[in-house]
């Protein structure tokens, strides 16, 4: 664990209250100016995968992933 972890991990919620609150503040302004509901939702989601990296996103697959997976079949030869 990196020595400054400690400390870091107190501003992990007020970091992320401030993505989702710049995320909502950009879907509220999509709407605000004409864009359909369900394309504000989508680039609102997209921006929201570029601050973040893709981190919920790459969790919820492999959320999904578990869910779904099958083991291989064996190849017989």
Request: hydrophobic letters at 55%; glycine letters at 16%; charged letters at 15%.
């Amino acid at each position: 664990m990196p020595a400054n972890f400690v400390r870091a991990h107190r501003m992990f919620p007020l970091v992320g209250a401030a993505i989702g609150g710049a995320v909502g503040l950009l879907f509220l302004g999509m709407r605000a100016i004409g864009v359909p509901d369900l394309a504000a939702a989508a680039l609102a989601l997209g921006a929201s995968a570029i601050l973040t990296g893709a981190l919920h996103e790459d969790g919820l697959a492999d959320v999904a992933d578990g869910f779904g997976g099958w083991p291989r079949p064996r190849s017989e030869a």
